[in-house]
């Protein structure tokens, strides 16, 4: 309901374990598919003499939309629990899964890690969870899925759960803060009713294991950062920039400033939803006015921040890194180009000052000629062009990026410390 706190909600593990599937499956549980969909496709089904349709047509739906490499409308993707509205922040699948969790299009504030009874812990099992650890989520639920597949043995699900543990101790994800359910995403058990099938597990069905995540801390005291995604000329108003504010709060009246165009006015108008409002604050998407700037003043990739404490402009700045995929190896020099919030800039890996073992977060090596897939590594780099980014310890909002290249996420990475350009 409307007055529910909100979650985002990121559904991580490897291909084929059952992330789309169990999408569907909750989405299904919890009524979130309007009922004349249902109804329209038990008519169909019942023509055809199919059993079992409602819950395959939710699967062949999102297969289909798929198939059509169409971005299902992740505002569709949400349902409800008791407490919480929940929103699946990616389409399972989509290719830039990866890329939309780390540059914020999608910040989640829990996830949800698949992993199939029959398959265990494989490659990209290991890769969401250490980018999950990266980008700060704090609570992972582990849905032991396929649980049908292995017969509902207690001894297998015992295995996974110890496998899983053992890469969350690698990641030092506090296993206290991980909770482990069987469920077959396909047949429906312990997703929203405890199941006869495991008897031997008294835990939490997964609706209530949902339910029972902590409220997302709200982005407090930070001050303004809205990056711009797009820049309009509104005739009767003039130019428009737009974009979603990921912390602080804008007031008509502000002045502001926009980094690194490096322009600045007060703010006239705020619009949020076709009307005009005096406030917007974390979350709100909004189009607004500032007097006196021209369209061709500011850019997508600018940062809006108060003009006495304006957003970051960076010359150089140390991140740390973990390389998801690279056909080779990442050396100094290595000029890829970084996603961060709207801003994509292409940039040099400078020098790559040390490697950490993700075991430990000790330091593994110091200054290593390169690194390659799997590694973490505090790595120096250099914008080609201005970017705006802030310490992710000081606003974490903005202080994540993703480094593509070859149309591939080949890593994600989050700011540590910024040598400011002056
Ligand atoms: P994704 O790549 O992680 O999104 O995986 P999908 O949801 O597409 O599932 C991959 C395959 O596993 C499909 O054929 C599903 O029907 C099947 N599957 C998913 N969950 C279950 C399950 O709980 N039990 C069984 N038997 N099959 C499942």
Do not use: C
Not at 17 to 35: A, D, F, M
Not at 206 to 227: K, M, Y
Not at 384 to 395: A, C, N, R, T, V
Request: no cysteine.
């Amino acid at each position: 309901s409307a007055d529910q706190p909100h979650q985002n909600l990121a559904i991580i593990g490897h291909v084929d374990h059952g992330k789309s599937t169990l999408v569907g499956r909750l989405l299904y549980e919890t009524g979130s598919i309007p009922e004349h969909v249902i109804e329209q496709h038990r008519e169909e089904a019942e023509e055809k003499g199919k059993g079992g349709f409602e819950f395959a047509y939710v699967m062949d739906n999102l297969a289909e939309e798929r198939e059509r490499g169409v971005t299902i409308d992740i505002a569709h993707q949400e349902f409800s629990t008791d407490d919480y509205d929940f929103t699946i922040v990616d389409t399972p699948g989509h290719r830039d899964f990866v890329k939309n969790m780390i540059t914020g299009a999608s910040q989640a504030d829990h996830a949800v890690l698949v992993v199939a009874a029959d398959d265990g812990v494989a490659p990209q099992t290991q890769e969401h969870v250490f980018l999950a650890r990266t980008l700060g989520i704090e609570e992972l639920i582990v849905a032991v899925n396929k649980m049908d597949v292995v017969e509902y043995e207690e001894s297998t699900y015992d295995e996974v759960v110890e496998e899983v543990t053992q890469l969350l101790g690698q990641v030092q994800f506090n296993t206290e803060d991980a909770s482990f359910i069987p469920v077959s995403a396909f047949e429906g058990d312990n997703v929203s009713e405890a199941s006869d099938n495991t008897g031997w597990y008294d835990g939490d069905v997964l609706l209530e294991a949902l339910n029972g995540l902590p409220e997302p801390e709200p982005p407090t005291d930070a001050p303004l950062r809205l990056p711009i995604q797009d820049v309009y000329t509104i005739s009767g108003i003039g130019t428009v920039p737009v974009g979603r504010i990921e912390t602080g709060v804008m007031n008509t009246g502000d002045s502001v400033s926009f980094q690194p165009s490096d322009v600045g006015g007060e703010v006239k108008t705020i619009e949020m939803h076709h009307e005009e409002v005096p406030e917007a604050g974390p979350g709100d998407n909004v189009g607004f006015n500032v007097r006196g700037i021209g369209k061709d003043d500011i850019r997508r990739g600018d940062v809006v921040g108060p003009a006495d404490d304006p957003p970051t402009v960076v010359d150089t700045f140390q991140a740390q890194i973990v390389v998801m995929q690279h056909p080779s190896v990442i050396t100094a020099g290595y000029t890829p180009v970084f996603h961060a919030h709207t801003a994509q800039v292409a940039g040099t890996i400078e020098s790559i000052d040390r490697k950490i073992d993700p075991s430990s977060g000790e330091v593994a090596d110091d200054e290593p000629d390169y690194i390659q897939s799997g590694d973490a590594a505090v790595v120096t780099i250099r914008p080609q062009k201005p970017l705006s980014l802030e310490p992710s310890s000081d606003i974490p909002e903005l202080g994540s990026f993703a480094i593509r290249d070859m149309g591939q996420t080949i890593a994600a990475g989050k700011v540590l410390e910024i040598d400011e350009r002056e």
